[in-house]
């Protein structure tokens, strides 16, 4: 595996792959889990080469939010990339990426951008949006591949490529699952002994949701009221749980199909999101 500390080391190498060779794009902030290397090894199924990236995005995080302390574990993270068969690594620090002040970004709508996580973490998918199109036009990748287990993330990127005419296919991963249910998440490492053990708790409450709109029950506040209640009572501090469309993340009719119920709550000072697809 190459690792790539430059735009231009990058990009040399994106040449020297040749006409006519797929490149896929797996973005990541490092500390990778089955769940990422998951996503790696789909992106073979897509492309002749691999691009995983490794930078820790400060524009996506809020003051007082965890970019400090995120995890920073290179070394690992490249035994495991290059035991998945990823070909490249492009691994920039700060001033490579943001040698002066980023002054342009990229503005997700309000209605896509500004609710669910984008309530609770104003400006977030506004960094996520810039980085992945600053990422996009650095790599030039044929195919990009984004973990489901941040859906809105995801229905973000889609529609920012959409709208761009950017000439890149967005492939969704399915959330990988610990055996209790948990989603696999970088931030599951700050959880104490206690608060993992109880951490399930999320995956159990919204599959309970989808089994009742399976059965058809259709009062969807009930059911994410009672999701919250349940949260609460067992010492979850939940930002909410929604049931929304899956397209566009809108509040849906009683009629309508093709759903998902997203969730993020905190359990001691850890927040872990999830959500789960009708």
């Not at 769940?35 to 995005?57: E, K, P, S, Y």
């Not at 608060?195 to 999320?202: F, G």
């Amino acid at each position: 595996m190459l690792i790539h500390e430059t735009i231009a080391g990058l990009r040399a190498a994106r040449a020297k792959a040749g006409p006519g060779k797929r490149l896929a794009l797996v973005p990541t902030m490092g500390n990778l889990h089955e769940g990422h290397i998951a996503l790696m090894t789909q992106a073979r199924d897509h492309a002749d080469q691999v691009v995983a990236t490794i930078f820790v995005n400060r524009l996506q995080f809020r003051p007082g939010e965890d970019f400090e302390k995120y995890p920073r574990t290179f070394a690992d993270d490249c035994e495991r990339l290059a035991a998945a068969g990823v070909e490249h690594l492009f691994a920039p620090d700060d001033a490579e990426m943001y040698p002066q002040p980023q002054t342009y970004h990229v503005e997700p709508p309000p209605e896509q951008a500004g609710i669910l996580d984008g309530e609770f973490r104003p400006g977030h998918f506004r960094g996520v949006a810039t980085v992945v199109m600053k990422l996009f036009q650095i790599a030039q990748p044929d195919v990009a591949l984004f973990g489901k287990k941040d859906y809105q993330q995801l229905m973000v990127i889609r529609n920012m490529v959409r709208e761009f005419d950017l000439p890149i296919e967005i492939v969704g991963g399915e959330t990988v699952r610990a055996a209790d249910g948990l989603a696999l998440s970088s931030r599951n490492g700050y959880l104490s002994t206690a608060e993992r053990a109880e951490a399930p708790r999320l995956f159990r409450v919204l599959t309970k949701v989808i089994d009742a709109v399976r059965d058809d029950a259709r009062d969807f506040t009930l059911l994410e009221q009672g999701a919250i209640s349940e949260l609460r009572a067992n010492g979850w501090v939940p930002d909410y749980v929604a049931l929304r469309k899956k397209l566009d993340l809108q509040l849906p009719s009683a009629h309508d199909s093709g759903l998902v119920v997203l969730a993020a709550a905190r359990l001691g000072s850890t927040r872990l999101i999830d959500n789960l697809e009708v």
